[in-house]
């Protein structure tokens, strides 16, 4: 069955733009979310969606936002980018079972400039 | 606010060797879970194990497994038979269940594994 998909997987954005991320789940995962890796701060969680609604956000602020559709895609947008912003943003979704585990997809590289 | 260590920010392991990747979590909940992911350097995060807080015996899943000791709040990662393939950063991370079902990660092992 096909994976978490995420795209794109780099993009190079300017300070000050705002940029779009998506994430399709796996078929029949409900719940997805979002993660930020940086070589400073590790894996932070940024929000977490589950049928179209946010569930749980992380301590970002309110320049980063997301979305969720009815089919269980996701999007994340970062809008006014700093340089901080480049990282690797992970999505990960679930059948909302802890035991089952989350996969995450392959990411997209960010960098800001 | 849990919070999880990884104190060792890189091993070596001889192929075909068995290494422990250690992990320990600070946290007042009674039920959770413990995850161990695999990063590669291409950058996706690979399920490898799962362990439950209220789980008896110790997870396994091919040639990993884990060390679960709940009192002393450790979860360490046993890898058997290393392979080259094996090289890459590794996780762990905790869940609280029944409550905000977010992932904390610890800050991670980079495995190399030398031939």
């Known amino acids: 069955k096909a994976g978490v998909t995420q795209t794109p997987r780099y993009l190079i954005k300017t300070r000050g733009q705002q940029v779009t991320l998506s994430c399709s789940p796996i078929s029949g995962h409900r719940s997805v979310s979002w993660y930020q890796q940086t070589p400073g701060q590790g894996l932070q969680f940024l929000f977490e969606y589950f049928s179209e609604t946010q569930r749980n956000k992380g301590n970002f602020p309110g320049r980063f936002s997301g979305r969720q559709f009815s089919n269980s895609r996701s999007e994340m947008n970062v809008s006014t980018l700093e340089l901080g912003d480049s990282a690797l943003y992970l999505c990960?979704?679930?059948?909302?079972?802890?035991?089952?585990?989350?996969?995450f997809g392959s990411g997209t590289r960010l960098t800001v400039v | 606010a849990q919070k999880i260590t990884q104190t060792q920010p890189g091993m070596f392991v001889q192929e075909k060797e068995a290494v422990t990747l250690d992990c320990t979590y600070d946290t007042s909940d009674q039920s959770y879970g413990l995850f161990w992911y695999k990063q590669p350097s291409s950058g996706e995060m690979i399920f490898l194990i799962y362990?439950?807080?209220?789980?008896?015996q110790n997870a396994t899943e091919g040639r990993y497994s884990l060390n679960f000791q709940k009192a002393r709040k450790s979860a360490n990662l046993v890898i058997s038979a290393s392979q080259l393939g094996d090289s890459a950063m590794y996780f762990c991370a905790y869940i609280r269940q029944g409550g905000s079902e977010k992932l904390v990660f610890g800050k991670g092992t980079k495995l190399t594994v030398n031939p």
């Open positions: 362990q439950g807080s209220y789980d008896e």
């Open positions: 990960a979704s679930t059948l909302d079972r802890v035991a089952h585990g989350y996969t």
